[in-house]
Each structure stands twice: as C-alpha cells, then as structure tokens.
C-alpha cells in the first residue's frame, strides 16, 4: 500500500522517475490496475450518489438511454469503460510505437498509462463529488446548473478545471509513452496525443 501511494503522488510530482520505477516494479500491471479501479470506483460511487439524488446528465447522451435514467445504468458500466478504455490506450500506444521504433512491453506500458491516467481524473472527480453532495444537501439542479453557467467565477472554474486536467492527462501519457517505450520525445509527443484522443473519446461516449 506504502509502494502504491507513493507511485500516485510521484506520478503528480515526479511523473518520470515515478514511471522509470515503475518500470522495474515486478508488480507494476497490478499496481496499476489498482490504480484504475480507485477512480473507477470513486467515480461509481458519485455516479451512484448521483441517481439516487434523481440528477439528470448535464450534457447530451451518445449511447440510446433516457437522461432520468443514465445515472442508475451508467452505476454498471462506469468501471468496466475505465478498464477497458485503459487497456486499450495502452494497445494504441504499443501499436503505434512500432512505427515510432519504440521497445517497450504492452505490460511495461499498461503500467505506466494506469497511474499516467488516475491522477488527472482525481482531479476531475472532486467537482463532480461536490455536485452530487450539493444535491442529496437539498439544492436543485436547476440551481446549480445556473451557478455554473453563469458568467462568473464558477463559469471560469469548470472550463479551467477541464482544460487542466485534458493538458495534465495528455503531458502524463506523453511521458508514459517515452518511457515504457524508450521512446525519444519527438515520437512520443504524437502518440501521446493521439493515445489521449483515444482514451477521452471512449469516456466521452460513455461517461457523464
């Protein structure tokens, strides 16, 4: 446990040496998926906390299912997308590093994208913790939904909370990618790009 906290916060400050280490760790796929199923726990248990408050989802739905009732199913499928959006970042990059002439395992990778992609996502769970806390407190949606838009603080808050954390996610498989892969920077920056195109599209589809 000691190991696994120390990766998450190396992975926030020291997010290089943090995946260097990790790379040598014989128990990094596992210590990454831990890492995967803290958020996707944390993020089930707020969507959980959310359909029983009633919340609607704030922004158009990609899959055919009602807004009073996506909460209550997306309780189900919220973990399963993180696991298998993380596994299949981590098949991207080992695809696509073979035309960046990288030497990296698919394990080697896994490891590093689960931490490279936990941390930012704690960042983006805590406002959307709130919001479900705000409501079981006895707010309406409506009203905090107009706090949010309104030109103002909180307007500027929510755009500048997602922009950070879209940067950090992307900055974190960059460096993931480079070394798991070996990879020099000027091919691990495209790959890292696209890995997180990849892996915020599958969430995006999915995830409210």
Known sequence: MKNFCRYL??????????FHALQADPK????????ILLIGVLYTITVVMLA????????P????LSPENYYFCEMFFALPVMVLAWILAAGFVQFLSRWGKGSGTFEGTLAALGFAVTVPFLLTWIPETAFAVLL????RQEEFMDLWTKPGFLQTFALFYQIV?????FLLITIAVGVSQKMKWRR??????LTTILFLAVL???IR
């Not at 990094?28 to 890492?35: D, G, L």
């Not at 739905?61 to 055919?64: D, H, P, Q, T, V």
């Not at 079981?136 to 707010?139: Q, T």
């Not at 691990?188 to 790009?193: C, E, Q, R, S, T």
């Open 9 to 18: 916060g190396g992975t926030a400050l020291r997010p290089k040496a943090t």
């Open 28 to 35: 990094r796929v596992s210590k990454s998926f831990k890492a």
């Open 52 to 59: 029983a408050a009633g919340a609607l989802i704030t922004a």
């Open 61 to 64: 739905a990609f899959l055919a």
């Open 136 to 139: 079981h407190l006895g707010m």
């Open 165 to 169: 954390a879209a940067v950090w996610i």
């Open 188 to 193: 691990a920056i495209p790959i890292g790009l």
């Open 204 to 206: 995006i589809v999915f």
